[in-house]
């Protein structure tokens, strides 16, 4: 599945990271604290939650009352989130999780010269294709649209397999008969699998070298509801021998960090303590990292 697009395109520009702004993150790490409680909670109980200082969470909660984003309830000295933050989210309200996840897509399939997609897990034990993003070099993986492939095969199986582990409602015997079903081009030993399904769930991401594709690499990672069942799924695919070991770990930090940082929003799922410091970490390690000497992409074979 190779297309081959118009040479010379311009590449989508690739957001540079620079110096966090602290107040700006004391912000947005009060508001995660406020959003993440079942009731509103005073100024304590959020400086707590949010690891900043009483008197600078009292500052800041002023500051937030007074543009609509937290509402103060005056009888108890306690604060919930203000209707303000509909105002700024309406736009993002009714888009589709392919429109949600695109910004991050684009952004790993410009960096790492990838098709990036998104999957959606279906109760039939099927990936279905919602979406993909192409790269901007002449020869690259494509995928049709709605395409379905078994739930468990590839990286993205893997990256599933691993979340519904995780999420204790997989047992052993249900998966080998998924696995079984699967048409692999080059077949992999079940306990091989294994392996790789728990080196995924403690990685962050899923990889497949060329396996359920002859040539083509891809790598995944899942992103899970509030019960850690798996919803989505997001890969990159490339040629294999494409990106050196080292860019491939870059490739898979990326998509662990898309995932991290948009699965809270999507679904609603509350990091636990330390929320802040772990977003960053996650936006960090979605960033573009420097290019490696990698050759260009290969025809597949």
Known sequence: MVERGEAGVDRAAVMEVGREVG???????????????????????????????????LNILRTLVGEGFVALVPDTKTYRLGLGLLEVARPLLNRSDVELLQPGLQQVAT?????????????????LLL?????ASGIHIEFRLATRIPAYAGAIGRAVAAAGQAAGGLPRATLRARFGAIRWHVPVPFETFLEEVEASAARGYAVDAGHLIRGVTSVAAALCDRHQRPRLVVAAHLFQGQLT?????????????????????MFGVVEAGGAAAARRRAMNAAAPSPRAADGPPRSAP
Request: glycine letters at 8%; aromatic letters at 2%; charged letters at 20%.
């Open 23 to 57: 107040a700006v993150t004391q912000a947005a790490a009060i508001l995660r604290a406020v959003a993440g409680a079942r009731e509103a909670l005073g100024v304590t109980a959020i400086a707590r939650a949010a690891g900043v200082s009483p008197s600078t969470t």
């Open 111 to 127: 960096e790492f010269e990838a098709t990036t997609s998104v999957w959606q897990v279906a109760p039939d034990d099927k990936a």
């Open 131 to 135: 979406g993909r993003i192409v790269p």
């Open 245 to 265: 070991e080292e860019r491939l770990q870059a490739l898979g930090s990326a998509l662990r960090g898309l995932v991290a940082a948009a699965q809270p929003a």
